[in-house]
Each structure stands twice: as structure tokens, then as C-alpha cells.
């Protein structure tokens, strides 16, 4: 019969035989249920908490016990900032991720936008047969005050904050038909993901909002200059796990457009 036990895990304590300086929770059930502290005297981050439930050693912790400065909990990531031009946001950091969403509503430099050096691409290209969008990403590592991105007429920087080394964790794109579109889940490996969902049209509709599901519009851009085009930025409003369905219907016009998703870890 198991027993309620009511332990102190430390950063001197044994947990099947290994000494617990970092403790990986390894399913939503056993998430938070440690507690990180900071030494007051040392600044050094370790391992403190009270676990009061019926358990096996064994399910609460992953691997070998490794030394570590911070907790085994991985950050939660979230958007720090934004801006509608090519400044870089307020507030970003080395190890941000920063993502840039573009369009060219004069199709000045043909089907494609040149992405600023260093910039990975989701993808970028027309939204039909002109009028080209796209989305680039990286990691932040002395950035600019502001970027150059020949061809463009419209420009958001996004910065996403408490992500890992490697953030972009999922990702998929192509073009979209006529009228609302439904982004499916993507597939995950790993919890605690932050969904990002990129939309466009290529034509003169400028609402694009949350049909159905849990989402939120977080920038919303439309010009009229050259050919009307919107691009549109939306993210899940809760932290997506392995195996999540919950799909989001977006409102769009009777134009094509282009369509991204990115699923982003702390």
C-alpha cells in the first residue's frame, strides 16, 4: 500500500540513489510540484520544495541528478514586445527570439522579400500570384536598434522572451484558398509550447479576426497603398502540450493569401 509521504528535497538530498541538484517534473501531473529557491547568501540557484502526495521516486524524476544553477523547470515563454516598424522592440535581450513579419504591397522586388543577415525564413512568398509576405526569425545576439528589409512596404518585429537555446520547436506553412481558414494543431514533443499562427490576404479585406477558438489577434496590419493586403499575427491563448486539438477559425476575405504556424519552448 503506498504511503502519503511528506518530503524535503534539497540540493544534499538522495532520490534513488543519485544526488538531487536538478529535478526534471516529467508530465503535466507531477509540473510545479517542486518549488524553485534562491539561496539568499550566494545568489546560487538550487532545488527546494515540499512534495505531499503518494509517489515513486522514480516517476517524479528523469535521467541522472546533474548539477545545475537554476531550477529544472523550464522557463514559460511569452511575447515581450512588439513594434509596426523595423525598430527592434523595447526591452529585448540576447537570447530573445526575435521574429520579423513583412509584406510588399507594391510587389516592387517580385514574388519574395530579402530577409535581413542571419534570419532563418517560415516562409516567404506571394499571396497568390503577387503581393509577396513573409515571416523570418532568429535568436537574438547583439542586435540592431533597427533592420533593413529591402522590398518591403510593411513591417512588424515581434520578441519572444524566456525561450530556449533552440526555441522554434514546430513549424508549418503554405498558401490559403478563399475566405476563413482553420489552423490545425501541430505536433508536438515537448509541453509548455507557445503557438503563434501568421495570416495573410491579398486583397482588400481588412478585418482577419478569431472566428472560433482559443486565440487572440496580437498585430493586425492593412494598407491600401499599392495593392490593399493584410498580414495578421495570433497566438493560443494558453501554453500547448504534446497532443493539444484545439483548432482556431480565422475570419479572411475572398483573396488568397499565406499562412504560417510555429510552436515556440521555453
Known amino acids: 500500500m503506498a504511503d502519503v509521504l511528506q518530503k524535503v528535497i534539497s540540493d544534499k538530498d538522495f532520490v534513488n540513489g ?9 508530465s503535466n501531473t507531477t509540473k510545479n510540484r517542486l518549488a524553485q529557491k534562491i539561496n539568499d547568501n550566494t545568489g546560487i540557484g538550487s532545488i527546494s520544495g515540499i512534495l505531499d502526495t503518494r509517489f515513486d521516486d522514480s516517476t517524479y524524476y528523469s535521467g541522472d541528478a546533474t548539477a545545475s544553477g537554476g531550477g529544472g523547470e523550464s522557463s514559460l515563454p511569452s511575447i515581450r514586445s512588439t513594434t509596426d516598424t523595423t525598430n527592434l522592440p523595447t526591452g529585448t535581450v540576447d537570447g530573445d527570439l526575435v521574429i520579423i513579419m513583412a509584406m510588399d504591397s507594391f510587389n ?52 519572444i522572451q524566456d525561450v530556449a537555446a533552440s526555441p522554434v520547436h514546430a513549424t508549418d506553412a503554405g498558401t490559403i484558398g478563399t475566405f476563413n481558414y482553420t489552423f490545425t494543431p501541430l505536433t508536438l514533443t515537448k509541453n509548455n509550447c507557445l503557438i503563434l ?13 478569431v472566428a472560433s477558438g482559443p486565440a487572440t489577434r496580437q498585430i493586425h496590419r492593412f494598407t491600401s497603398s499599392g495593392n490593399d493586403r493584410t498580414m495578421t499575427l495570433f497566438t493560443m491563448d494558453d501554453l500547448q502540450d504534446v497532443g493539444y486539438t484545439d483548432e482556431v477559425v480565422i475570419t479572411r476575405g475572398s483573396y488568397a493569401g499565406r499562412f504560417g504556424k510555429m510552436a515556440i519552448v521555453g
Not at 18 to 26: D, G, K, Q, S, V
Not at 109 to 132: W, Y
Open 18 to 26: 543519485a544526488c538531487i541538484t536538478t529535478a526534471t517534473p516529467l
Open 108 to 159: 516592387s522586388g517580385g514574388n519574395t522579400i530579402t530577409a535581413p543577415a542571419g534570419f532563418s525564413t517560415l516562409f516567404n512568398g506571394s499571396m497568390g500570384t503577387n503581393r509577396p509576405y513573409a515571416v523570418f526569425y532568429k535568436v537574438a545576439s547583439s542586435e540592431p536598434s533597427s533592420y533593413t528589409i529591402a522590398d518591403a512596404t510593411e513591417v512588424s518585429v515581434i520578441t
Open 197 to 209: 499562427y501568421f495570416c495573410s490576404e491579398g486583397n482588400d479585406n481588412s478585418l482577419q479576426d
